[in-house]
């Protein structure tokens, strides 16, 4: 998996979340007005997967010991809601302040959070990891990836659709369940659902590299409930609370 997400900058894998903290995700994630007004982080079953998810990723190599959860979003494609995304690359994250960094840019605030582009070198340590909460095929917008395309930094957008028609793309079905690995800066996209149900998925991000000289808005460590706000900012290993 590892060299595939190296080469490919995608993998699917099934964690060891079982099917009851799936459920409960299910349950409080998705209550309306809970998904996209705050940060997921902050709530218990979120944390909690997040975690585990973390500790396992750890144990097999995909993430580094110091790696630490920084965002989590949930995705809710339905009838009700039957979005398209086009290709883009995930360039914007949370961050506790203002960011003033050299190398950070496009500063701006959504929901009262700071967001910015860091910099290539922090946005290839970054891996977004969607756990399926149903099944997700060909029929309900699944992600459309790019292969590969990970690999040349921030591309501007009009190159964009040259790069895709150059590289092919490949469709990630899932089953409830599964987890897609991608690397943010892999090219994405989604269609609108042909035959709409509900197409779950909790995306969580997680920073597995070198502390990083601006503060992520939140910092969850694998065996930590949360970063005591003194510590932001800090290097990465000395916030892990045992
Ligand atoms: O889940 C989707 O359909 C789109 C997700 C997406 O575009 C993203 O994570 O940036």
Redesign the pocket.
């Known amino acids: 998996m590892k060299s595939l997400l190296l080469d490919s900058g995608f993998a699917v894998w099934r964690s060891s979340v079982r099917e009851d903290s799936r459920a409960l995700l299910r349950e409080t994630i998705f209550r309306s007005g809970e998904a996209g007004t705050r940060c997921l982080l902050d709530l218990s079953p979120v944390r909690a997967v997040a975690q585990l998810v973390g500790r396992e990723l750890i144990k097999i190599d995909i993430l580094d010991a110091g790696a630490i959860a920084i965002q989590a ?1 949930a ?1 809710d ?1 339905s009838a009700d809601a039957n ?3 086009t290709w ?1 690359q ?1 360039l914007m994250f949370p961050f506790e302040r203002l960011v003033c960094a050299p190398g950070y840019d496009l500063a701006s605030v959504k929901d009262g959070i700071d967001f910015a582009r860091a910099p290539r070198q922090v946005l290839e340590s970054l891996l ?1 990891v ?1 756990i399926h909460l149903d099944d997700c095929d060909d029929q309900n ?3 459309r990836v790019c292969p590969g395309s990970h690999r040349v930094g921030i591309i501007p957008s009009g190159e964009i659709a040259d790069h895709v028609a150059r590289t092919g793309e490949v469709v990630c079905t899932a089953k409830e369940g599964e987890a897609l690995l991608i690397r ?1 800066l892999l090219l ?3 269609s609108k659902a042909v035959a709409p149900r509900h ?1 779950r ?1 909790l ?1 969580l991000v997680f920073y597995s590299g070198v502390p990083i000289t601006e503060a992520w808005h939140r910092a969850i460590g694998p065996n930590q409930a949360l970063v005591p706000l003194a510590h932001l900012g800090r290097p990465v290993k000395s916030i892990h609370v045992a």
């Open positions: 979003i995705f494609k979005w398209k995304v883009h995930d977004a969607r917008g699944p992600l943010p994405h996209a989604s197409r998925v995306h």
